[in-house]
């Protein structure tokens, strides 16, 4: 799988989807913003090598999903997508951004 088909799986949510940024021009405010939204980014690979030739690289995605508030079912809906097109994932984490309003859960596939 690559991360463009990681980015169909993603869009298949019915949620906005972006690549690396919401808005990488900086032109948006928060309150502009179409929530629930995901973000997804390659933030490493896991390769395998043996004699300094690398055999495979698999890229490593963290995606991002930002709601108002703490919300089970777009996390279920993130989560179904996920695990209905066959990826393992890992919840990193989560947080709320007190500033902007949003809540965050991250969670981490290797593609």
């Not at 690979?45 to 030739?53: C, E, L, P, R």
């Amino acid at each position: 799988m690559t991360v463009a088909e990681l980015g169909e799986i993603l869009e298949s949510t019915g949620f906005p989807v972006s690549f690396d940024a919401i808005d990488p021009d900086n032109e948006l405010e928060v309150s502009q913003i179409t929530l629930p939204y995901i973000i997804y980014r390659q933030t490493d690979s896991n390769t395998f090598s043996a004699d300094n030739i690398v055999f495979w690289e698999k890229p490593v995605c963290k995606i991002y999903l930002y709601t108002a508030k703490k919300s089970i079912a777009a996390e279920t809906v993130l989560k179904n997508a996920l695990s209905g097109a066959g990826l393992y994932y890992s919840e990193s984490g989560e947080q709320y951004y007190e500033e902007e309003k949003l809540y965050e859960v991250e969670l981490q596939v290797e593609v």
